[in-house]
């Protein structure tokens, strides 16, 4: 199905979402048509904040926003929808478009599955009526579903439409990037050179696939990494976590800009605490990447001053390689919570493979590292 002809089903002049590989059509089609506009198109942290900002449309203007997301957000909007857009709360309607990952019967990864498995359930569960967009689905069916949408709509419901992997097309392309040097692949490179043998806790996405591919390049282990794939912006807190009870290990966090802003109370926990064992590492490159490229807002945040302000002890951002390898091995033995921000451009191999060994058997292997620590 055409994005052109799914929109003009919706009929809303307001959009806000968590970009989704699945629904790029809808994403390239929405930044072509808005771009960043606040009026009718803003790219959210997290799905909640995605939920918030649609009531917060709604309650201004008395029409029908729309949220996008992949199906992971669910998560993330399973409060506010059940304490505030609740027809027995404050009933404030909107619709839904969820890219359904890890639909059963289609091979995808492990991160993806039980989601996937879950998807319909949780929007049953939080009283949203939901329909499965398919490559079948026909424009008039479409229509009629809509038509029935907008009773429920009336009355303060909430309802979404599934969307099936390669439903949704889109003729016209995006073209997204940056002006930053140095590549991700390429500042990881460096930082697996300088962190050696400690542990690496990697974000979710093309990150994590770098980091291993990198150490199959060196023919090096994996038992030192943990590759966070899934639970976007938890990783730091993860980090935080085994740092407090390894105190005399250096831990290392590789982040990436939209995880941390999808969840940037972690980082006030973390600058609180404040462990002296910590690098947590920010690959800035201002863009949801791994699933399409369209931009965070990470172009407008300071993260430098907002971790100081924190609580965290030094804090530097970066764009050469020759400022990367001076401040690596500044961190490398720096007593204290630090902060190394590195802009990077967009861009990965097209070749860029994945994992061949379970979430499981990575998590055993980094246990069984991290008992050998001291």
Same mark, same amino acid.
């Given at each position: 199905?055409?994005?052109?002809?799914?929109?003009?089903?919706?009929?809303?002049?307001?959009?806000?979402?968590?970009? $989704?590989?699945?629904?790029?059509?809808?994403?390239?089609?929405?930044?072509?048509?808005?771009?960043? $506009?606040?009026?009718?198109?803003?790219?959210?942290?997290?799905?909640?904040?995605?939920?918030?900002?649609?009531?917060?449309?709604?309650?201004?203007?008395?029409?029908?926003?729309?949220? *996008?997301?992949?199906?992971?957000?669910?998560?993330?909007?399973?409060?506010?929808?059940?304490?505030?857009?609740? $027809?027995?709360?404050?009933?404030?309607?909107?619709?839904?478009?969820?890219?359904?990952?890890?639909?059963?019967?289609?091979?995808?990864?492990?991160?993806?599955?039980?989601?996937?498995?879950?998807?319909?359930?949780?929007?049953?569960?939080?009283?949203?009526?939901?329909?499965?967009?398919?490559?079948?689905?026909?424009?008039?069916?479409?229509?009629?579903?809509?038509?029935?949408?907008?009773?429920?709509?009336?009355?303060?419901?909430?309802?979404?439409?599934?969307?099936?992997?390669?439903?949704?097309? *889109?003729?016209?392309?995006?073209?997204?990037?940056?002006?930053?040097?140095?590549?991700?692949?390429?500042?990881?490179?460096?930082?697996?050179?300088?962190?050696?043998? $400690?542990?690496?806790?990697?974000?979710?996405?093309?990150?994590?696939?770098?980091?291993?591919?990198?150490?199959?390049?060196?023919?090096?282990?994996h038992g030192c990494d943990f590759l966070?794939?899934?639970?976007?912006?938890?990783s730091s807190s993860i980090a935080l976590?085994?740092?407090?009870?390894?105190?005399?290990?250096?831990?290392?966090?590789?982040?990436?800009?939209?995880?941390?802003?999808?969840?940037?109370?972690?980082?006030?926990?973390?600058?609180?605490?404040?462990?002296?064992?910590?690098?947590?590492?920010?690959?800035?490159?201002?863009?949801?990447?791994?699933?399409?490229?369209?931009?965070?807002?990470?172009?407008?945040?300071?993260?430098?001053?907002?971790?100081?302000?924190?609580?965290?002890? *030094?804090?530097?951002?970066?764009?050469?390689?020759?400022?990367?390898?001076?401040?690596?091995?500044?961190?490398?033995?720096?007593?204290?919570?630090?902060?190394?921000?590195?802009?990077?451009?967009?861009?990965?191999?097209d070749d860029l493979g994945r994992p061949?060994?379970?979430?499981?058997?990575?998590?055993?292997?980094?246990?069984?590292?991290?008992?050998?620590?001291?």
């Open positions: 199905m055409q994005v052109e002809s799914f929109i003009k089903v919706l009929d809303s002049d307001f959009y806000t979402g968590v970009p $989704d590989s699945q629904l790029k059509p809808l994403c390239n089609y929405l930044m072509n048509t808005y771009g960043i $506009d606040p009026q009718h198109h803003v790219i959210a942290a997290n799905e909640g904040n995605c939920v918030a900002l649609a009531t917060g449309y709604h309650l201004a203007t008395g029409k029908i926003p729309v949220v *996008y997301m992949q199906n992971s957000g669910e998560g993330n909007v399973i409060n506010p929808i059940a304490s505030l857009t609740n $027809d027995n709360v404050y009933a404030v309607p909107m619709v839904f478009i969820v890219g359904w990952r890890g639909q059963p019967g289609i091979h995808d990864e492990p991160q993806h599955v039980y989601q996937g498995k879950i998807t319909k359930q949780l929007l049953a569960i939080m009283d949203i009526e939901s329909f499965v967009i398919t490559k079948n689905t026909s424009y008039d069916e479409l229509e009629i579903v809509m038509a029935y949408y907008r009773t429920l709509l009336a009355k303060g419901k909430s309802v979404a439409f599934i969307i099936e992997k390669g439903v949704l097309e *889109y003729d016209a392309s995006v073209a997204y990037g940056n002006n930053y040097i140095i590549s991700r692949e390429e500042a990881l490179t460096y930082i697996l050179s300088v962190s050696g043998n $400690d542990p690496v806790i990697c974000t979710t996405g093309k990150a994590s696939r770098e980091v291993y591919e990198i150490r199959e390049k060196r023919r090096q282990g966070t794939v899934g639970s976007m912006g938890h976590g085994i740092a407090l009870q390894k105190p005399e290990t250096k831990i290392w966090c590789i982040d990436g800009d939209g995880a941390v802003l999808m969840h940037m109370g972690a980082i006030a926990v973390i600058g609180a605490n404040a462990p002296h064992n910590m690098v947590h590492i920010v690959i800035n490159n201002e863009a949801h990447e791994t699933v399409g490229g369209m931009p965070t807002v990470a172009g407008k945040t300071d993260f430098v001053a907002m971790v100081m302000a924190c609580g965290y002890q *030094y804090a530097v951002c970066v764009q050469s390689v020759q400022e990367l390898e001076t401040e690596l091995k500044r961190v490398k033995t720096y007593e204290g919570l630090c902060l190394l921000e590195i802009k990077c451009r967009l861009g990965a191999r061949v060994s379970s979430p499981i058997e990575n998590k055993e292997a980094f246990m069984d590292f991290l008992d050998k620590k001291v």
